[in-house]
């Protein structure tokens, strides 16, 4: 059993009576970030200790959070307004990790944006929230309100000379806003399409200010980093990356659900251990380790420990750390067309690749289930596959996430696909 420092994340949510107050959060240690951050230490020293805890983005891309908050202008000449942002929108097919933090200890939320608005010196934050998270929103409101009135948001905060407001905007509800640069055109009133860069976020962002865009889960570890130090931060991990994750489960599982557990946690224990294993009558296929846009990885693979690099060297990557299993009783080409389904009405329509291809990869998908597919097919998917996955023909990510699963599925379930092309029917149809 974790304890309450070993699980900071989730230490303070699944409480009796709800989410904590503003009391009852500092009573349990709560502010103490924000105590310290704005007077013991300097915004660059807050950099360097976040740097030093090797935080790396819980969003997907992992990327280190000092390292890019060191990319915020910091001279005198850029004096002007700067801007933090909590990507909220959670659209991941498969992730709920956010929406547990949001709606469990919103608190959490506030004072990590807080010492991250000083540490860039932004005096405005902004939580981009997924529209369909009413209770989030809720608690989100509430929570700002309460540390607005007691002081914690508004003008010279602990008398440090400091400021700091918080807004939730909810979204209109894109997947496509969950890229960075599509999320800060959204937030200035205007069609949800990524941006070429340079420049990036950090030197032009929302309305041509500076701006950081975090992940939710990245900003509520903060205020645990800042009280408890670096060194404690690294501990917490089982191998190179350090402190805990948020893990889930979706699929045929006893008990599917989200736990915090140490970064590099195996996910043979996540399933087996917290989410109960597979029910009765079920056997673990595959799996996708990180959400819909990560690659699949067969059963064989269960000890891989999720970390970034192990999952990458299998030939996946970590995302957001919430595993969808595939059981022996659901069609994997009904889940890929599923799945690309999804990525092709989620697509901005910006560029030609994606707007087109991903269409073209649905109906291709959609035959094949139905029976009505040809052997050519298979070519036309590897073609788009290979034409899409990588990084750099399209405008943005969103082509090349919604090619992992495709490109690794056509590998894993080959038979899968030539059973519904010769037989004209999906096999499991009638087993399912």
């Not at 801007?83 to 929108?89: P, Q």
């Not at 069609?191 to 070429?196: G, L």
Request: charged letters at 20%; aromatic letters at 8%.
């Amino acid at each position: 059993m974790m304890s309450p420092s070993e699980r900071p994340l989730t230490a303070m949510i699944g409480l009796p009576d709800g989410p904590p107050d503003c009391a009852a959060y500092g009573r349990a240690g709560g502010w103490q970030a924000v105590r310290r951050a704005l007077r013991d230490m300097t915004p660059e020293a807050v950099i360097d200790l976040v740097t030093a805890s090797k935080l790396r983005g819980r969003g997907g891309a992992g990327f280190g959070t000092g390292q890019k908050w060191s990319f915020v202008p910091r001279d005198p000449a850029a004096t002007r307004r700067k801007y933090l942002i909590a990507n909220a929108d959670e659209m991941e097919p498969g992730t709920f990790k956010d929406r547990l933090l949001l709606e469990g200890n919103p608190l959490q939320l506030i004072e990590g944006m807080i010492v991250a608005g000083y540490a860039i010196q932004a005096g405005h934050g902004v939580i981009f929230l997924r529209g369909e998270y009413h209770l989030a929103l809720e608690r989100l409101n509430h929570a700002i309100a309460e540390a607005r009135e007691v002081g914690w948001l508004g003008e010279n905060i602990l008398g440090s000379g400091f400021g700091f407001e918080i807004h939730v905007h909810a979204s209109g509800g894109r997947y496509i806003c969950g890229e960075e640069t599509a999320l800060l055109t959204a937030l200035e009133g205007r069609r949800a399409q990524p941006r070429s860069k340079p420049p990036f976020p950090q030197v032009g962002g929302l309305w041509g200010a500076p701006s950081v865009v975090n992940n939710v889960e990245t900003l509520c570890n903060l205020p645990h980093i800042v009280t408890n130090g670096a060194a404690w931060f690294l501990s917490l991990g089982l191998g190179p990356d350090s402190g805990t994750k948020i893990y889930g489960v979706s699929g045929r599982v006893r008990r599917p659900g989200a736990w915090e557990l140490p970064m590099g946690t195996p996910l043979r224990e996540i399933i087996e251990q917290h989410a109960g294993g597979m029910r009765d009558g079920y056997r673990l296929r595959a799996f996708l380790p990180g959400g819909a846009s990560t690659a699949f990885l067969d059963a064989g693979q269960i000890d891989v420990t999720m970390d970034y690099g192990t999952v990458e060297k299998a030939g996946s990557r970590l995302g957001t750390g919430l595993a969808i299993l595939l059981d022996d009783r659901t069609c994997p080409v009904g889940m890929l067309h599923n799945l690309e389904h999804f990525f092709a009405q989620e697509s901005c329509g910006w560029c030609t690749p994606c707007r087109d291809g991903l269409p073209w990869v649905e109906r291709l998908l959609g035959a094949i289930e139905s029976g009505t597919g040809e052997p050519e097919d298979l070519d036309r998917l590897h073609d788009h596959a290979r034409m899409l996955g990588p990084m750099g023909r399209t405008f943005c990510a969103h082509a090349p996430g919604a090619m992992a699963p495709l490109a690794s599925g056509l590998k894993l379930f080959r038979e899968d696909f030539d059973a519904h092309i010769h037989q004209r029917r999906c096999p499991l149809r009638e087993t399912a």
